[in-house]
Nanobody, 121 residues
């Protein structure tokens, strides 16, 4: 079955960097668009960034443009999110899933446990 295992979160300082990873299984990873989502305390989950299969196209929400970079290693079935110039408002649980939009038919109903990112001095 489809599974996502997110890792790499932790405590980061404002202006610092973190990289989170997502190991996917149960489907042909290289053929799917992939996305990172986040859910801050008391807020709904939001799409942060997505990457096309083949890596030609990436898109980001305005608040992370120029700071975050999404990438993928298809040989490892792994999705990455490099987060630079961290801000306290980046504090959230970070999740990955398939597709480029929350309403895409490719989005799996099986979500991972997420990985926490806490930005604080």
């Amino acid at each position: 079955q489809v599974q996502f295992v997110e890792s790499g979160g932790g405590l980061g300082q404002p202006g610092g960097s973190l990289r989170v990873s997502c190991l996917a299984s149960g489907f042909p990873f290289s053929t799917y668009f992939m996305s990172w989502y986040r859910q801050a305390p008391g807020k709904e989950r939001e799409l942060v960034a997505w990457i096309s299969n083949g890596r030609e196209t990436t898109e980001y929400i305005d608040s992370v443009v120029g700071r975050f970079t999404i990438s993928r290693a298809d040989a490892k079935n792994t999705l990455y999110l490099q987060m630079n110039k961290l801000k306290p408002e980046d504090t959230a649980l970070y999740y990955c899933n398939r597709g480029a939009h929350p309403s895409a038919s490719s989005v799996s109903s099986s979500w991972g446990q997420g990985t926490p990112v806490i930005v604080s001095s």
